[in-house]
């Protein structure tokens, strides 16, 4: 299993950024040729106290490597990459990880 995880810091505006993500970007995400699976996870608190790092933690679920790599080329990701970029640059972080 390949998985692209975006890391979201908290943004400025909590329900702005929660309406957009859910309305308009997670729809594009959804249009990924070969995405299995997305996992919304909302970071409720740190262990360590305090404010947590991160906001949101999203998992995007791929079978392997070759369906990766080719969602990662497809013209529906780019749109998606392309919304990501105009409402949350500033606040994002992308990861490739395998699970295992």
């Given amino acids: ?3 692209l995880i975006a890391l979201y810091r908290k943004p400025a505006d ?3 950024f929660l309406t957009h993500y859910n309305e308009v970007h997670l729809p594009l995400v ?3 040729p070969g995405l299995l699976r997305t996992v919304v996870n909302r970071v409720t608190a740190s262990p360590m106290g305090g404010e947590p790092a991160f906001f949101m933690i999203v998992e995007m679920h791929y079978a ?3 369906s990766f790599d080719t969602a990662m080329k497809s013209p529906e990701n780019r749109a998606a990459g ?3 970029m105009s409402f949350a640059r500033d606040i994002v972080t992308l990861l490739v990880a395998e699970e295992g």
């Fill in 64 to 66: 392997d490597e070759a």
């Fill in 14 to 16: 909590v329900e702005a």
């Fill in 1 to 3: 299993m390949k998985k």
């Fill in 30 to 32: 959804a249009k990924t």
């Fill in 82 to 84: 392309k919304d990501l």
